[in-house]
């Protein structure tokens, strides 16, 4: 089970920070991805951080965005930073069972959390 955290509202240039807390997965192994859905759009990629820690974070929302993951707890946090009303989204958690996997394709995701709103006032 995912279940993503930390959503809401917030003005531009703001900062959040989700959660996505998991259970009944072996944590560790796992690639861990965060994916947004705007309203009539794609899901797509947002980032993503494997078992040995590395790091990609899609084109549009490098140097604001970071991933990072507490294999103790089995939490990974999206911080968002210097937010744009355009990252108004669902932001959807996932889980990649194949290990260090860099996919960024939703297909390669097993497991989804429900999703957490994130509305960018102007």
């Known amino acids: 089970q995912l279940v993503e955290s930390g959503g809401g509202l917030v003005q531009v240039g703001d900062s959040l920070r989700l959660s996505c807390t998991t259970s009944g997965l072996l944590f560790d192994f796992y690639t861990m991805g965060w994916f947004r859905q705007a309203p009539g759009q794609d899901r797509d990629f947002v980032a993503l951080?494997?078992?040995?820690?590395?790091?990609n974070i899609g084109d549009s929302m490098k140097g604001r965005f970071t991933i990072s993951r507490d294999n103790a707890r089995h939490i990974v946090y999206l911080q968002m930073n210097s937010l744009k009303p355009e990252d108004t989204a669902v932001y959807y958690c996932?889980?990649?069972?194949?290990?260090?996997?860099?996919?960024?394709?939703?297909?390669?995701?097993?497991?989804w959390g429900q999703g957490t709103q994130v509305t960018v006032s102007s």
């Open positions: 951080i494997t078992s040995n820690n590395n790091t």
């Open positions: 996932a889980a990649n069972p194949k290990i260090n996997s860099v996919s960024k394709e939703r297909t390669d995701y097993s497991r």
